[in-house]
């Protein structure tokens, strides 16, 4: 009878150890966790490019208001004779 080699033997969930478990549960748990600085960058990132395309839109309102205001504050400098 020949010895077959571990690796060749099928896996079997029944026969799987405390340790195989240990190693999924912490497997699962690191992956999960790369998740919180994945959500921050993103986040971050969402709110960079809104906050461009928003700020141009008041730049631009503030610009047209101060232009505005500039007009309807104008007076004719008194004359020196």
């Known amino acids: 009878m ?3 080699p571990a690796f060749a033997r099928s896996l079997s969930m029944k026969d799987a150890g405390v340790a195989l478990w240990i190693f999924i549960i912490i497997g699962a748990v ?3 966790l790369q998740l919180i600085p994945a ?3 993103f986040f971050s990132f ?3 490019s809104s ?3 928003f700020k141009r839109k008041k730049e ?3 610009a047209v208001a101060e232009e505005k205001t ?3 504050r104008v007076e004719p400098a ?3 004779r």
């Open 30 to 32: 690191i992956v999960l």
């Open 2 to 4: 020949m010895a077959t």
């Open 39 to 41: 959500a921050i960058l």
């Open 78 to 80: 008194p004359l020196k």
């Open 51 to 53: 906050n461009m395309v």
């Open 60 to 62: 631009a309102e503030k």
């Open 46 to 48: 969402v709110g960079t």
């Open 70 to 72: 500039l007009v309807a």
